[in-house]
């Protein structure tokens, strides 16, 4: 969901990956993580990472991606994690330190400019490509950090009409407040919804090959198991859906909770947790 709150010309802002939203998603990391874990998997089955690829990881976020990786390509592969957000990546060095990994690294650094020292054989983002404010750039950059023939996997959103889970809560929010229409292809999650503007960013950024699949499933909001209470507290917490009404009176706060709370009881399922759909689209490109 992205952030709509305005900046003074009625833009609507830029999420801040470097501040405030990397704190947000720290703070709810396991339930994030938890939420988009079904997709995860499915970008890194189609990826197929192999013995001794070196890969990079953009948008690493808390680095969970980033140690599953490890693990395929060996101890001869090295994997670096690289994000925006100074605390998610002192989380993922943690992680990383407590696993007692030696064959990987994370950096804090914005992708559009990253340099590696050595180029990398593979490179992966799980819902973190989208926010790029010059995109072509941005990609034509990272394509230099690839090798001739390197790979890139992306998981990226499909269109809000396709995705339940959050439209839905849009659908609450709007019973109370007004909420800005997105800006089609906007930096945020859906920047790249129209799989037409994606192919294009890729191409123009030097990637040919480029194949798109759908996924689509049922995401865990709060993460598996969550009760309809435990996914209104993440809602309102870590999501956007709380950044749009906590600047409000206490009694529209409360409102929303209850509106929220009996979406979230209608998609309970016993013991899976509170269950929506989502699409997303995993794109794979190469180097040429």
């Not at 499909?158 to 709007?174: A, K």
């Not at 790249?192 to 990637?207: K, M, P, Q, S």
């Not at 993440?234 to 409000?248: D, H, I, K, Q, T």
Request: hydrophobic share 45%; charged share 20%.
């Amino acid at each position: 969901m992205t952030d709509t709150r305005m900046d003074g010309s009625g833009t609507p802002k830029p999420e801040d990956w470097a501040g405030e939203m990397g704190a947000r998603w720290l703070a709810g990391i396991d339930r994030f993580e938890a939420m988009i874990a079904p997709i995860g998997d499915a970008l890194l089955a189609r990826a197929a990472f192999m013995p001794g690829e070196r890969v990079l990881d953009l948008g690493c976020g808390g680095g969970k991606t980033s140690l599953v990786i490890t693990a395929a390509v060996g101890p001869s592969g090295w994997v670096t994690g690289i994000d925006i957000s100074p605390d998610l990546i002192t989380r993922a060095r943690a992680r990383a330190a407590a696993a007692h990994v030696t064959n990987l690294d994370f950096e804090c650094i914005d992708a559009a400019v990253y340099q590696p020292d050595m180029p990398f054989d593979r490179m992966v983002s799980r819902f973190g490509s989208m926010f790029f404010p010059q995109p072509v750039e941005a990609f034509s950059n990272l394509h230099g950090c690839l090798e001739p023939s390197g790979r890139i996997d992306l998981a990226v959103w499909g269109p809000p009409r396709e995705n339940p889970w959050m439209m839905e809560m849009i659908g609450v929010l709007r019973r109370h407040i007004e909420v800005p229409p997105a800006v089609p292809r906007a930096p945020g999650p859906f920047a790249f919804e129209d799989t037409e503007y994606l192919t294009r960013v890729l191409g123009e950024a030097g990637f040919g090959h480029i194949d798109i699949l759908a996924y689509e499933g049922l995401q865990p909001i709060g993460g598996e198991g969550a009760s309809p209470e435990a996914a209104t507290d993440f809602a309102l917490s870590s999501l956007a859906a709380g950044r749009m009404v906590e600047a409000s009176d206490e009694d529209l706060q409360q409102r929303v909770r209850h509106d929220l709370l009996t979406l979230f009881q209608r998609h309970q399922v016993e013991g899976r947790g509170v269950l929506m759909a989502g699409k997303a689209w995993l794109a794979t490109a190469v180097t040429e």
